[in-house]
């Protein structure tokens, strides 16, 4: 991508949400600056993109000139130094020349501010035990069904209630057992099978499914 400066300023929209968070060298873009300034030969400075992140870190990437007759070209291969966090980027691009073992700015090229969109994550950690996931996927469809009545009749929060009376945890806690016994459980998200005592009768259990005792007609 290439982005022509306007003088002292370099415009940024073409790439001002182009950057995602963590990425490492995945964009490369080339700026245009004119090599004479005020008479001034830019071919002779040295040339540095600073950034100043949302959380205001600051980081700085060294910019080789290719030199033409007229023009600079400066090649910004984008480092994760500036995507590391996500959020606001601020950013500048200095020339300066040292005298004298004196380093002097000589000049800085304004640029909006550009995005770096934050990247997806997970909640971290190993997963749990298949016991425990079937514990949480009962808990979390109780509370789901709590929520979803929360505007409802006394009446139906009722019926709710006996409906979760009706679980059989006996035969729950059966199965916990028979599954912590089988390794390869573990690593396999059970069934959860909600039926009545004649369904259940009538079929073949399978190894690795949870059968739920209800009452017939619910």
Request: proline share 3%; net charge negative.
């Amino acid at each position: 991508m290439e982005i022509f400066a306007k003088g002292k300023t370099i415009p940024t929209f073409s790439f001002g949400n182009l950057f995602t968070q963590g990425e490492h060298f995945a964009d490369t873009i080339d700026f245009i600056v004119d090599r004479y300034y005020c008479g001034k030969d830019l071919s002779l400075c040295s040339f540095v993109l600073r950034g100043v992140t949302e959380e205001n870190w600051e980081i700085e990437q060294v910019l080789i000139p290719l030199v033409s007759e007229r023009t600079l070209r400066l090649s910004w291969h984008v480092s994760d130094s500036f995507t590391h966090n996500a959020g606001r980027l601020a950013l500048e691009l200095r020339a300066s020349e040292t005298v004298d073992e004196s380093n002097y700015t000589i000049i800085k090229y304004d640029m909006a501010p550009v995005t770096v969109r934050a990247t997806i994550a997970g909640q971290n950690g190993p997963l749990p035990e298949t016991a425990e996931q079937l514990i949480s996927e009962i808990n979390e469809a109780a509370s789901a069904g709590v929520s979803s009545i929360n505007d409802a009749a006394a009446a139906d929060l009722d019926l709710l209630q006996q409906k979760m009376d009706d679980f059989d945890l006996e035969e729950v806690e059966a199965r916990l057992d028979q599954m912590e016994e089988d390794t390869q459980t573990y690593l396999a998200r059970p069934e959860v099978v909600a039926l009545t005592r004649e369904q259940y009768d009538a079929i073949t259990p399978k190894h690795n499914s949870l059968y739920v005792i209800i009452r017939g007609g619910e």
